[in-house]
């Protein structure tokens, strides 16, 4: 004789707890678009200190792209930024 397997699925709906409604999250801004538009070609300069320490955190690790709201072309962009400002010191590979 087979049992059924029993999953999560199958319960009473009277026992069933409510899930509470998920809340729409804002659209977070890029830090990368220049007054809503991104520049053409794109292009993050290494040099630009003050945008790339926003971008990385206190240990010096880049800051996701949940976090800080860029695009994936754009966040390709501060990666490949910022290590060039590692290779030349302007920042470093730790933080403090």
């Known amino acids: 004789m087979v049992r059924p397997m029993s999953n999560s699925r199958n319960r009473n709906p009277r026992i069933a707890k409510k899930r509470a409604k998920a809340k729409p999250r804002g659209k977070k801004k890029d830090p990368i678009f220049v007054d809503g538009q991104r ?12 945008l790339l320490k926003k971008l990385t955190n206190r ?19 501060v990666t490949k930024a910022i290590k060039r400002a590692r290779f030349m010191a302007l920042i470093p590979y730790v933080g403090e």
């Not at 070609?41 to 003050?50: A, H, M, Q, R």
């Not at 240990?59 to 962009?77: D, F, L, N, P, Y």
């Open 39 to 50: 520049p053409r070609p794109l292009y993050v300069d290494y040099k630009d200190i003050e």
């Open 59 to 77: 240990q010096g690790k880049i800051i996701g792209r949940r976090k800080s709201g860029c695009t994936a072309v754009s966040q390709h962009a």
